[in-house]
């Protein structure tokens, strides 16, 4: 089989701006670990395209790279004609991953990425909050700037509508500093919640027709800095995972449209999972989950798309694995 990897982060003015470097290392952690998952079967022809920023270090025997000045569409365009299968690794923000995906989703090769209408939502975290009140999901409350009157805490936490990961995330310590920032934004692009004491952590699912399997529930190691926060490693399957299988089910029911590989944030309190957001694509855990459980991840995704419902899941092993985030400390 014939598959193609197309990683991309260019978009939102940054075509000319030297990428962070953590987003940078992430992204190269996913792609190495998802091309080597394919590449384990003898019978796949993994191909790599990815953008000129990103690491250089070659991924796989046919690595391609994307310039600035190239069209890169025109030239996805002419390779997916060859191909039985594609891959898109690209953020929510400012709509890349959306548009990729239903420039794409139209092809007579598989796409692997979630259903567009789960992309459309889930990439807007506000439209996702209120989806999902429908479904008695608890969630962290969710605010739009313009709606901040309602929100009753002591520290705020203002995050893009569309954001990834911890990039632009600011935390305010008071309603001061609250009524300041929110003066600074357009309403449209942020939203405000409240700053909430708990243990981060994501669950890593692989979806298919409203139900999923729980691979693994990770523990996300976040520190504030400057007013801000910053992922400093990601521990894949740390949690007993039975206990977020009710919460996993419930979320995914609400969402049938979710295919495929599905990161979910959440936070866990004393008295309650919350929801943080859904990352409709590979997350920073899905690196860790072939050594953590001793099973193929790409291929379940490829099992899903191919035969329409979800694989068999047994795991061989139970190790934890940590991935360390910051480039500087990354083995």
Request: charged residues 20%.
């Amino acid at each position: 089989m014939d598959i193609l990897i197309f990683e991309y982060i260019t978009g939102g003015g940054m075509i000319d701006e030297t990428l962070p470097p953590s987003l940078v290392h992430e992204g190269d952690m996913m792609l190495s670990a998802v091309v080597r998952d394919f590449e384990v079967r003898s019978h796949h022809n993994v191909s790599v395209l990815r953008d000129y920023r990103l690491k250089t270090t070659k991924i796989s025997n046919n690595d391609r790279v994307i310039n600035s000045d190239d069209n890169y569409i025109e030239y996805l365009e002419v390779l997916v004609q060859h191909l039985d299968a594609l891959l898109i690794i690209a953020p929510e923000t400012d709509g890349i991953l959306i548009s990729l995906c239903d420039r794409f989703s139209n092809h007579d090769c598989l796409l692997l990425n979630s259903d567009i209408q789960s992309i459309k939502l889930t990439s807007n975290k506000y439209e996702t909050y209120k989806h999902l009140q429908n479904y008695d999901i608890a969630q962290i409350p969710t605010f739009l700037p313009n709606e901040i009157d309602a929100l009753e805490a002591n520290q705020f936490v203002m995050k893009p509508v569309d954001g990834v990961g911890c990039e632009n995330l600011s935390l305010l310590s008071n309603r001061i500093e609250l009524k300041a920032a929110v003066a600074q934004h357009q309403c449209g692009q942020f939203i405000v919640q409240p700053y909430i004491n708990g243990t981060h952590a994501s669950l890593s699912l692989i979806c298919w027709n409203g139900e999923c399997l729980l691979l693994s529930c990770n523990e996300q190691c976040i520190k504030v800095e400057n007013e801000g926060f910053e992922l400093v490693k990601c521990q894949v399957n740390v949690f007993d995972k039975h206990k977020f299988e009710s919460f996993s089910q419930k979320l995914v029911h609400s969402l049938p449209s979710l295919q495929g590989y599905i990161g979910v944030d959440i936070l866990i309190t004393e008295e309650e999972i919350l929801l943080v957001e859904i990352n409709p694509r590979l997350t920073t855990s899905y690196a860790g989950l072939s050594s953590a459980l001793g099973v193929n991840p790409a291929e379940m995704i490829l099992h899903c798309f191919a035969h329409q419902q979800l694989p068999k899941f047994e795991a061989t092993r139970n190790n934890k694995i940590t991935i360390e985030i910051e480039a500087d400390r990354a083995a």
